[in-house]
């Protein structure tokens, strides 16, 4: 691995793991307002549909994984959970059309996360590009796709930190707490009724 170009960013599809669980178990993903996506080094995108519930257990999961590469999509019949793509970081985002980019790195301007996440919460179609590698930072190639690149903490972050952190930041901003919570007690106060 370390002979292969960008050694520092290959062999991990656990980050990924722990990353998608953490994302696709949040209220933000369960109310269907977030869209997943990987891209990986190689130019291959993972489209990670809201409803994939996927296997808490690693060896199942790389297991999935081998069938996504394999198949192209799973499961191998009906509506695709996973899809997998050829496709250039470019492209993938010129076919999501944000309307702002920000990308998350010690090498981008100082803010706090809350500051970061308020930028984003007025904008209709907001992505956010978050590093799931072991080392490194992202390449200049996806700096210069972003309109902005936020600096939430000086010290180094695990990608399912700040992937969760992201997201419930984003959550409290939209209100979607108190909407969830609103609901739940009007469908509570419904079933009293009854």
Known sequence: MKNLEGSEKRGR????????????????NKEGLLQTYVHTLNDCVITVEPEARL???YDRFLGL????????????????LLMLERKTLPRLLQEA??????AFSRQGEPRSLEEA???LSDKERPTV?????????LSETTMGLV?????????MMETWTVTSRVIYE???????????????????FRAQEW
Do not use: W
């Open 13 to 28: 599809p656990d980050i990924v793991h722990f990353t998608l669980l953490e994302a696709l178990g949040t209220p933000l």
């Open 55 to 57: 296997p808490r257990n």
């Open 65 to 80: 994984m081998e069938q996504l590469f394999e198949l192209g999509r799973v499961p191998p019949e009906g509506s695709p």
């Open 97 to 102: 059309r944000p309307d702002y980019v920000m």
């Open 117 to 119: 996440i308020l930028r």
């Open 129 to 137: 590009i978050i590093g799931g590698f072991p080392r490194g930072q």
């Open 147 to 155: 309109n902005e690149v936020v600096c939430i903490d000086p010290e």
């Open 170 to 188: 984003y959550e409290n901003a939209v209100s979607l707490p108190r909407k969830r919570l609103s609901r739940s007690r009007a469908g509570s």
